[in-house]
């Protein structure tokens, strides 16, 4: 080999390792590099997908139209990606939409790791495991997923669940800076989100409102990761002052007697999105914890910031506007669906406006300059308030929600007429895709509740007697059971257009294109592509494992790709449902691309239904049974509890070995398995408590090994 060839192949090592020449040949730039410039023009670039809903509009739409309605029949696998866990036997689920710059996808996944792979082939150029701390699971109320990364100037950003701001080099994965977001440790918070750019700052929220925190978005500069600004959503006790002036206008509409201990909620858990040319960045806050507002702040209030949208100056962390579309929420109607911005011809001029789909039912939208409410109207099954008054922009609520004398049922049930799968907006229809949940919920006051740290403590119960639940639903238990359909929104008419049922329970967010498609991933395990302007269906790709995040799409050359990060569970999904892929097919997260021409789609193995070992000889009192049930209730059933009909993500706990059942109080109080996301529990359960569990766990293993010996 001459000398000049190495030095040849050394340059073109190090020119591929850097850099990227785009398709046309034109000058190279840095790997991941997007700045305020290109991202401005985001639109032009078809062939990208520069953020989670692709432009600064965060429409979940592509121009591209290469495939289209004609030839959608022949889409198949251009590649695959398994991102399966080491970390321990539960595989989280996927939730982000990939970002792709250049010919290189990023993405995050569970546990926070970062993966970047070449967009043609499913290569794996780097992947980063930021190891985040196993006790994380526990604080959460939904698994270790992750929503996804940002892509700017050269650099990676991600927030992990264990509260840390990570920039990595989007040519080597290497981390650049790190910022530690929590402003508590003691606190349950976690992230699940994505980090959002915002001009020069990048901005972080966080989750963790059902266990008591305190809701806030916190910024920092893009290129070294110091701190900038803090913006809080709802106020702390008043007798310790205000940290902006925000929180004093907040903090008048609250009971100067609420349970400030409890942190009072307005997490930023999901919807983000910034107006580069407004300098204005759009939040959408969550629920309060408690629930009821006669426990947390007793004598009523609007209890600002709560289920709002605020706008607020990337440059001076300063609000510009608010809109609460729940005043005094008691629903758990958070305002975390994706926030939409486009440019709507309304009354003969076009307006900017924000447009948003959030739990409560109503289809917002608002002029994003100013706030003002242009419209709202009801895009599923709404009881709690009749309509929302355009000229004070408040809800008209109905007497059929206030729970707090006796149960109620209620519509949207707390899962929402839609939760955090985003929804797309098509310029090209002017319609906006909803991945709609119907349902009702009886809402019960708990009498009981106490705030104590590290509990979920919502304040609340779902469901009532089985006499109150037949009078509420007039016998009809249906009404309980979760309908779904993708439903094609008229935002200017207020109307649907065309609406679908969907089969299985949470399915996934929406991409539109310019081909006149819809493209859907289902939880039970289809990628399903309709046509856009009447819902007809084109194409049904199998690949066995269910799916929740909105799918993407960008191009290479000629060769258009769509791509769809598979993998079900979280919050909505640590439950299987009949139906649900699951239920067939082991689930673990997966990168799938698709191009036309591809293949099949390989399914995964088969899941393997546990043998039921027999239990350890132990007879216990029935009063410790009993007890020992409602601890479990209260402390693992929100992860390893099934029962309905559907199965865990989490190990069964009524089917464990001799040698599980030896570890049982290492595993519980010792933390055994903390590595793996099964936390330690010594700090809220005694010996005795355990021991409980462990008696009521093993008196169901029994029952189910009886059985069992029985049918044979
Ligand atoms: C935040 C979710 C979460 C909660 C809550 C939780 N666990 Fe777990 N648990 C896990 C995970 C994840 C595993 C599997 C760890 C692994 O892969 O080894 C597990 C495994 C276990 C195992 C071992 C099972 C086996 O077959 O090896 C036991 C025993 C257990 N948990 C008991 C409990 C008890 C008792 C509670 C309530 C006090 C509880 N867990 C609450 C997440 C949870």
Known sequence: MSVRFIALLLVAVIGCRSSHRDSAGRASRPRGWLDSARFATAEREADQWLSAGRTPYEQYYSPLDRINVRNVNRLGLAWEYTARSARGRVQHGMQATAIVVDGVMYVSG?????????????????????????????????????RGVQVWRGKVMVATVDGYLIALDASTGKEAWRADTFIDRAADYTITGAPHIAGSVVVVGNSGADFGVRGYVSAYDVETGAFAWRFFTVPGDPKKGFEHPEMELAAKTWDPHSSWESGLGGTVW???????????????????????????????????????????????????????????????????????LADLELGGTTRKVLMTAPKNGFF???????????????????????????????????????????????????????NWMPMSFSPRTQLAYIPT??????????SSFKFKRHHIYQGIRDGASEAVAT??????????????????????????????????????GVLSTGGNLVVQGQADGHLVIRRADDGRVLKDIEVGTGIMAAPMTYALGDEQYVAVMAGYGGGLGSRFHPGNAAYRHENYPRILAFRLGG??????????????????????????????????????????GAGNGMISAYPDLTRLTAAVHQQFRAIVLGGALVSAGMANFSDVLSDSDADAIHRYLISEQRRAYEARGRSR
Request: aromatic share 12%; glycine share 10%.
């Open 471 to 508: 009078r509420l639903t007039r016998g009809d238990t249906s009404l309980l059971h979760t309908h779904e359909f993708l439903q094609a929104w008229d935002p200017i008419a207020g109307k649907a257009r065309w609406k679908v049922p969907l089969v299985g329970e949470f399915n996934g």
């Open 599 to 640: 293949g099949p789609v390989p399914l995964p193995p088969a899941r393997v239904e546990p043998e039921i070992p027999a239990p350890p000889p132990v007879e216990s009192s029935p009063e410790t049974v009993t007890r020992g049930a409602q601890l479990f209730g209260r402390f693992c059933n929100y992860c390893h």
């Open 110 to 146: 569970p546990w926070s790791v970062v993966y970047a792979l070449d967009a043609a082939t499913g290569r794996e150029l780097w992947r980063l495991d930021p190891k985040v701390d196993g006790s994380y699971p526990r604080r959460g109320c939904c698994g270790v997923s992750s």
């Open 364 to 418: 917002y939208l608002l002029d994003r300059a100013t706030g003002k409410l242009l419209s709202a109207e009801k895009y599923v099954r709404v009881n709690w308030a009749s309509r929302v008054d355009t000229a004070t922009g408040r809800p008209v609520v109905t007497g059929e929600a206030w729970y707090q004398k006796e149960p109620k049922l209620i519509f949207p049930s707390s899962f929402g007429g839609h």
């Open 270 to 340: 999901g919807g983000m999105t910034y107006d580069p040319a407004l300098d204005l960045l759009y939040i959408g806050t969550g629920n309060s914890s408690p629930y009821p507002i006669w426990f947390r702040s007793p004598n009523g209030g609007d209890n600002l910031f709560l289920a709002s949208i605020i706008a607020i100056r990337a440059r001076t962390g300063r609000m510009a506007w608010y809109y609460q579309t729940v005043p005094g929420e008691i629903w758990d109607y958070t305002v975390t669906s994706n926030l939409v």
């Open 437 to 446: 949940i119907e349902r009702g919920m009886i809402f019960s006051s708990d």
